[in-house]
């Protein structure tokens, strides 16, 4: 964050730094909480864990995120926006001929970080109450975000029979490689699945 | 387990219902590790649990198993060669002209507490380092023998280009469909999936 260089109102000078300030350190800590859960899972993921990566004081980390589901949903939820965004503003023409560059994207969204992360929420929440709710919402909504994004980048006419299905089929496709790649790096085989279902995927699509 | 019905040699009389018992005892063990696991995650699965679940001592399962980590990677396997048994039982003749009907019993593999219970292990073993080896090792065994049986049911031809590749993407899409399940019943869009992609894979195959 630079330093103040206008002074023509103290009462804006003021302000406007000190919001700047909480977004920041509000994105620090989301950032810190994904890192967090993805290395640590949901057992080792606590709020003052996540304040000391963040270099941020328990307080004010409580002070934006009152409770441990707060901030975790949030912070997958913040990383999952910032993916899709990401993600949309690399094909700004959508597909364009290129269908297999926008498979291989969509399933990048599930072998790294993220994926890690939101998976030990949806597993921690499978077992806490408190929790369940809150990840169940959470999944519909990214859920809901991604299907719409994969079905404008592979320009997938939806009101044709079979395609809603073949999207939600492919980013379950998706889903599972993420899985896959948990243990062990499981990139060669699945550029080969990539390929292979990106070619099925053109067939069915046109 | 029946009552000693021989008595033509007290050695043999005494032997073989001592192994009868022991079996017994493992496969209750085994069968309570994965419903534990299931249930209530790694974090709240213990040998002294699943013990008393069984109706166990806590000696008799640590005779069966000395370790954590023995009994649930052993229940995880075990349960998994029930259950491809039992899918080979389905379709003696293959897939006889049903790959729909394939596809759909392979999916329910990854839909039921076995499902549950190895994601369980699968994300503790991303953050444990002494059960990840074990369970890295264990998926990919599992893992080869989920793609044999399929490559078998699909009567699908690996020597031609791509047949390989299109199952492998098949079980991933199962692995998915699997996790999407996890916080909600998800059996309606899983139905639609299904037959969409069935039909792909069916003239994929061809």
């Known amino acids: 964050m630079g330093a103040v260089t206008t002074d023509?109102?103290?009462d804006r000078a003021d302000r406007v730094p000190k919001q700047d300030r909480s977004r920041a350190t509000r994105q620090r800590l989301l950032e810190a909480?994904?890192?967090?859960?993805?290395?640590?899972g949901w057992a080792g993921s606590t709020v003052s864990v996540v304040a000391e990566r963040a270099g941020v004081s328990r307080g004010a980390a409580q002070h934006h995120f009152p409770t441990r589901e707060d901030l975790f949903t949030a912070a997958v939820?913040?990383?999952?926006?910032?993916?899709?965004?990401?993600?949309r503003a690399l094909f700004p023409q959508g597909a364009a001929g290129d269908r297999r560059a926008v498979v291989a994207a969509l399933v990048d969204l599930y072998t790294?970080?993220?994926?890690?992360a939101a998976l030990h929420l949806w597993v921690a929440a499978s077992n806490e109450d408190q929790l369940r709710p809150r990840v169940t919402e959470l999944e519909a909504?990214?859920?809901r975000e991604t299907h719409r994004i994969?079905?404008?980048?592979?320009?997938?006419?939806e009101s044709r029979p079979g395609v809603r299905e073949t999207v939600q089929g492919l980013l379950d496709m998706a889903r599972g490689l993420g899985l896959a790649n948990?243990?062990?790096?499981?990139?060669?085989?699945?550029?080969?699945?990539?390929?292979q279902w990106a070619a099925l995927l053109d067939e069915a699509l046109d």
Chains 1, 2 share one sequence.
């Open 77 to 87: 939820e913040y990383v999952a926006e910032e993916r899709s965004t990401a993600l």
């Open 33 to 40: 909480a994904v890192a967090c859960l993805a290395e640590h």
């Open 182 to 195: 948990l243990l062990t790096d499981d990139g060669g085989r699945r550029e080969g699945v990539v390929a």
């Open 8 to 10: 023509n109102s103290v």
């Open 141 to 143: 909504r990214v859920g």
């Open 112 to 116: 790294g970080p993220l994926f890690r």
């Open 150 to 157: 994969a079905v404008d980048l592979l320009a997938a006419d």
